[in-house]
């Protein structure tokens, strides 16, 4: 770990370049999401091709690396930062980075976050809870046991339920992310609802994102929020509200159930114009937008020098390109993902 970070006098140069980021649309960027891992132990259709081809292990940062480069997000101002995959709890040794971050909440960290497909929870939440995470989303899209199987291809719904519990016990605040698919969890959306809240979770729906090849065609599951928004609204009352966790999700209060539901609509209204967000991932790219190809390779600055001050360059350059707003369609004239990674080399 770099001791220039964050610690040196007011004289010093380093500091200096330790400055907030300010991206051209004038927005600032206080929100890192790293995906520390490609690899998952599930093969989502709508995220990943059943055999998938993995980043080669050499070429991964080590996770002391991605200690200096996040705390030197954090010196330029990020207050929250998310763990993501790939699914996160599988990369080995992950907790040593988990524990090093929490170190730095109350120091220029607000919050550190983790999401997770669940799978690996019942181990990992205590020890979660002891770093300083506080909060978890679980990606979670149906309830039913045959179709999460059919959704994940390996997955085991059993054992994530068991991760749930795990991590409330510990104390986590859980919220379920569930991706909305025409003609497969559609219809289950009001009793996920009823169980999210019966167990004092919040669940945020999203819509389907073109990245990444796979093997089916996302126009067959592409579900637009606002339909889905007002079928639910024959069954339940929504009221507005402005709670907001740093991310890109609206939320509504439902009246018969007393939580919160989120809805996150890249296709039918992108949340861009707020974006506070830019996401780097386990090879040390570092995109400004989830939707955009553009990229800054960070990973060379990491191994360049130990000097802290090349990393803010190279920072400060990437986010002087920050795009105002992604390109993403979903229609039957546009039938290539809008970009070609996989969401799970840029963790969502």
Known sequence: MNSNVGTTGSASPLVAEAKP??????????YLRVSVTDRCDFRCTYCMAEHMTFLPKQELLTLEELHRLCSVFIAKGVRKLRLTGGEPLVRKNIMYLV??????IGSGLDELTLTTNGSQLSRFADELYDCGVRRINVSLDTLDPDKFR???RWGDFHKVME????AQKAGLKVKLNAVALKDFNDVEMPEMIRFAHGRGMDLTVIETMPMGEIEEDRTDRYLPLSKLRADLERQFTFSEIGYRTGGPARYVEVRETGGR?????????????????????CTG???????QNDAADLRAAVRATPDDGLLYAAIDEAISRKPKGHDFII???????????????TGG
Request: glycine fraction near 6%; hydrophobic fraction near 35%.
């Open 21 to 30: 980021m300010i991206d051209p649309f004038k927005r600032a960027v206080t």
């Open 99 to 104: 524990r090093e971050l929490g170190k730095q």
């Open 150 to 152: 059919q959704i994940t």
């Open 163 to 166: 991760g749930i519990d795990a």
């Open 261 to 281: 539901l989120g809805f996150i609509t890249p296709m039918t209204h992108n949340f861009c114009e707020s974006c506070n967000r830019v996401r780097l991932t």
């Open 285 to 291: 790219t570092l995109y400004m937008c989830l939707g």
């Open 331 to 345: 229609d039957r004239t546009h039938n290539r993902p809008a970009v070609a990674r996989h969401m799970s080399v």
